[in-house]
């Protein structure tokens, strides 16, 4: 097995839908890093951002040199999978239903080093085949304080 860091992980979403309304949502969660194969992952526990307990949803981040996927599980089940100039379609299930998303991927800039790093993508939401919204997702990946000795 890969040597495991803890890292935190900082997400910023936004959303732009189709009258220009703007939406943006924030998460910070403890996670853990490994590299393997090329890639580096990233899971870490996401809090249902209605606050009830014991809703979680875990993430696993898969990073590579020229793509990034988002898988989901828990509260929610989700796949998605992001490379520049790109289309991905994939179900997002909640216990109230399931809809097909598809990502179209206009922006992907990923600059990691061993431990920490950033992602950042922009990219055009349909669901159900109806364009919903634009989007963009910042992701910041840094060392938890006792791995600091351990960053890039």
């Known amino acids: 097995m890969a040597e495991m ?22 998460m910070m969660a403890e996670g853990r ?3 393997r194969n090329g890639k580096h992952y990233v899971l870490y526990d996401e809090k249902d951002l209605t606050g ?11 990073i590579g040199p020229e793509s990034v996927t988002l898988l989901r599980q828990g509260a929610v089940v989700q796949r998605q999978h992001f490379a520049e100039g790109e289309e991905s379609k994939g179900d997002y299930q909640t216990p109230y239903g399931t809809l097909q998303l598809s990502f179209h991927t206009d ?17 055009a939401l349909a669901v159900n085949g109806q364009h919903r919204s634009d989007n963009t997702l910042h992701i910041e990946v840094t060392s938890a304080p006792e791995d600091k000795h351990k960053l890039n």
């Open 5 to 26: 860091h803890r890292v935190i992980v900082r997400v910023t979403g936004s959303q732009r839908d189709e009258s220009g309304e703007q939406d943006t949502i924030r």
């Open 33 to 35: 890093h490994y590299f």
């Open 52 to 62: 009830e307990k014991g809703d979680k949803t875990s993430t696993v981040l898969k």
């Open 107 to 123: 922006k992907l800039d990923i600059d990691y080093g061993t431990v920490a790093g950033t992602v950042d993508v922009g990219f």
